[in-house]
């Protein structure tokens, strides 16, 4: 389980010696680092045991652009992470980082559209349940 920037800061605030950081540097090289989205994404899928093309699918993003976002030939826009995410099942946590590797930012609650999209990730509703509750409140759809 990789650790959050909080939690890592906090063991550093607690190192007191040199002996301490050497350890400290050594366990941080074994946290997961992602350099893109489509390379965390990808993990992510096999570590969930997901089906590429059932996420695509779920996503209701065109198939090739889809696919070309997982190879890295093609930058996904925020909504196209969030409709990935959603169809993924992803945490909050895991959406914001997914978002945050794109370039994009987290999902904010005082917004209202983001405040719809944190509630619709957590409660695991579908692309199609979260774009229905989007028109709903008369905001932008992730299409």
Do not use: P
Request: hydrophobic share 35%.
């Amino acid at each position: 389980m990789v650790k959050k920037t909080n939690e890592l800061l906090k063991e550093l605030n607690q190192i007191g010696n040199n002996d301490l950081l050497n350890k400290y540097i050594d366990n941080l090289a074994k946290e997961t680092t992602y350099h893109d989205v489509c390379d965390y994404l990808t993990d992510l899928i096999v570590k969930k045991e997901l089906k590429k093309s059932k996420v695509i699918l779920d996503s209701c993003i065109d198939r090739t652009y889809a696919y070309q976002i997982f190879n890295s030939t093609r930058k996904a826009g925020r909504n196209k992470i969030i409709a990935l995410s959603l169809a993924m099942n992803l945490s909050l946590d895991e959406t914001n980082k997914a978002l945050l590797l794109n370039g994009d930012n987290i999902l904010y609650s005082k917004n209202k559209r983001d405040a719809i999209l944190i509630y619709c990730i957590n409660t695991n509703k579908s692309v199609l349940k979260t774009n229905f509750l989007l028109h709903e409140k008369e905001v932008e759809l992730l299409e």
